[in-house]
C-alpha cells in the first residue's frame, strides 16, 4: 500500500517533488497501488520508487526519471512518457496499451509480460 505522504507529494508536481526529494535523500518513493491517474508530472524524478500496481494511466510524464523504479503491474495505459529515462527498471506485466513511449530509455529494464 502506497504511502499517502508520498502521494501527495508526487500529485502537487514537479516543483514540489524536487524539494521533496532534496530534503529526504535516499528515501524511495512508495507509490504501490497509488491512484495516480492522469498525473501531470513532467521532468519529475520518480527514479527508484515503487510503483508497483500504481494507476498512471493518461499521465503526462515527458521527460521523467524512473531510473531503477519498479514498475510491475503498473496500468500505464495512454501514458504520454516521451523521452523518459526508464534505465535499469521493472515494467513486468505492466500494460502499456497506447503508451507513448517514443524516444524512452529502457537499457537494462525488464519488460516481460508487458
Not at 15 to 44: M, T
Amino acid at each position: 500500500m502506497a504511502n499517502q505522504m508520498h502521494v501527495e507529494i508526487v500529485r502537487r508536481g514537479t516543483d514540489a517533488l524536487d524539494v521533496w526529494r532534496s530534503e529526504h535523500l535516499g528515501i524511495e518513493l512508495d507509490l504501490r497501488d497509488a491512484h495516480l491517474f492522469e498525473l501531470y508530472l513532467p521532468q519529475g524524478d520518480l527514479s527508484r520508487s515503487k510503483l508497483q500496481g500504481a494507476d498512471l494511466r493518461g499521465a503526462q510524464m515527458r521527460r521523467v526519471n524512473l531510473r531503477e523504479a519498479d514498475a510491475t503491474g503498473a496500468h500505464l495505459d495512454g501514458v504520454y512518457m516521451p523521452d523518459a529515462d526508464a534505465s535499469n527498471s521493472v515494467f513486468k506485466c505492466a500494460s502499456l496499451t497506447n503508451a507513448d513511449l517514443g524516444g524512452c530509455d529502457f537499457t537494462s529494464s525488464d519488460l516481460s509480460g508487458s
